[in-house]
C-alpha cells in the first residue's frame, strides 16, 4: 500500500491499519502537527485520491475521500491514497532519538514554574522553537519545549507545576539533582526559518517564553539581522519572569524589541510596562504585517486569537507557527 504526497511529489510506503500523522513522520514528511489528539487542527491535510478513515474526539469513524479536509493524526490508512499537505516552507527534519540525561539543574523561576535543566549523555540535534518528551518515570512523560539550542549538550525547559498533576508534581517534589530523564526527540515543526530576512514577531503566552527564547537564541547563532518583536503575555505580574534573560538577548541581539503583557495587574508598570491581553497590544501596534514570520507559543486560546489577528494583519497562514500547549491533567 502506498500513499501519494503532494505537493511534495513523494511516495511512501504504509501498513494498512496506521495513523496517517504516523506514517508521514516516520518517512520525514515536513508535516505541521502538536497536539497529536485531534484537538488543535495544527496536521489538518486533504485527501486527493483513495479514501481514510476518519475519528476524532468527538466524532464517529467516517470514510472522507476525494476532496475531503482530514485530520492526519485522526487518520487511518485502509488504502492507497493521495494526500495533499500545506506546502513547507523551509523544511527541516532531525531524525528523532532517545537520549539520556542528567539534571543538573532545579530552578523555581515563578510561583508554579521550575526551570529544569539536563545535561544530555549524547548530544541531541534540533532546530529553535522545537520540543522533546521527557520520562522521568516508566508512566511519567510529558512534552516540553526546548528553551536553547542545541550547541552544547544540556537542555532547558520550563515547566508549569499543574495542581494535582502527577508528572509536574513529581518534578515539583521529587525530581532531584542526578536523576536520570530520558529525553525522545526531537518534535514540532514551529522552528526558526533561518533564510527568511523580514521581520518576525514571536507571542509567548506562560511558559510558551521556553520555545521563544530558544527561537530568539537560535536567530542569534545563525548571525540573523531580522528585526524580532516579542510579545510576552503573562495573567498577573506574579507569572512574569525571564526578564533578565530578554534583557541579555537584547543587548546581544539590539533588533530585539520586547513587550511583557500583563492581564491583570495590582502593580501597572512595575514589572510589566504595560497591561491588557496580549493579542489586543499586538493589535493596536501594528497596521500591516504582510510578509512577516510569526511564532506563536502558549494555551491554545491565545494561538487561536494571535492566528486571527496576524493573518488579519496580513501574514500568511502558512507563515505562522505554532504549538499549542494543551494541558494533559497530568
Given at each position: ?34 497536539c497529536m489528539a485531534g484537538r488543535c487542527g495544527t ?86 522553537g522545537q520540543y522533546a518528551t521527557l520520562q522521568f ?45 530520558r529525553v525522545s526527540g526531537p518534535m514540532g515543526t ?141
Amino acid at each position: 500500500m502506498e500513499v501519494a504526497v503532494l505537493p511534495l511529489q513523494r511516495t511512501i510506503a504504509a501498513e494498512p491499519g496506521a495513523n496517517l500523522l504516523d506514517t508521514l513522520r516516520e518517512h520525514g514528511i515536513p508535516v505541521s502537527y502538536s497536539c497529536m489528539a485531534g484537538r488543535c487542527g495544527t496536521c489538518r491535510c486533504k485527501v486527493v485520491g483513495g479514501k481514510v478513515i476518519e475519528a476524532g474526539p468527538e466524532q464517529a469513524r467516517a470514510p472522507m475521500g476525494a476532496g475531503d479536509s482530514v485530520l492526519a493524526c485522526q487518520a487511518t490508512l485502509v488504502e492507497s491514497c493521495a494526500i495533499e499537505i500545506p506546502e513547507p516552507d523551509e523544511i527541516v527534519v532531525h531524525p528523532a532519538r532517545i537520549v539520556k540525561s542528567t539534571v543538573v539543574g532545579l530552578e523555581r523561576v515563578t510561583h508554579d514554574i521550575v526551570r529544569l535543566r539536563l545535561a544530555l549523555a549524547k548530544p541531541l540535534q534540533f532546530s529553535p522553537g522545537q520540543y522533546a518528551t521527557l520520562q522521568f518515570a516508566p508512566d511519567l512523560s510529558r512534552p516540553y519545549s526546548m528553551a536553547c539550542t542545541d550547541a552544547a549538550n544540556e537542555l532547558e525547559f520550563h515547566i508549569r507545576v499543574v495542581p494535582d498533576g502527577r508528572v509536574t508534581s513529581y518534578v515539583a517534589s521529587t525530581l532531584k539533582l542526578g536523576d536520570t530523564v530520558r529525553v525522545s526527540g526531537p518534535m514540532g515543526t514551529a522552528y526558526l526559518r533561518r533564510k527568511h530576512e523580514g521581520s518576525m514577531i514571536c507571542i509567548a503566552g506562560g511558559t510558551g517564553l521556553a520555545p521563544v527564547l530558544s527561537i530568539v537564541r537560535g536567530a542569534i547563532a545563525a548571525g540573523m539581522t531580522n528585526p524580532i518583536h516579542l510579545y510576552f503575555g503573562v495573567r498577573s505580574s506574579a507569572d512574569v519572569y525571564g526578564t533578565e534573560w530578554l534583557d541579555a538577548l537584547k543587548a546581544e541581539y539590539p533588533p530585539l524589541r520586547s513587550h511583557i503583557v500583563v492581564a491583570s495587574s495590582s502593580e501597572p508598570a512595575a514589572k510589566s510596562g504595560r497591561a491588557g491581553v496580549v493579542t489586543h497590544a499586538i493589535d493596536e501596534d501594528w497596521k500591516e504585517m504582510s510578509g512577516w514570520r510569526a511564532y506563536v507559543a502558549g494555551s491554545p486560546l491565545m494561538v487561536d486569537a494571535a492566528t486571527l489577528v496576524l493573518a488579519r494583519k496580513g501574514i500568511a497562514r502558512e507563515h505562522i507557527y505554532a504549538d499549542a500547549f494543551y494541558p494533559s491533567g497530568v
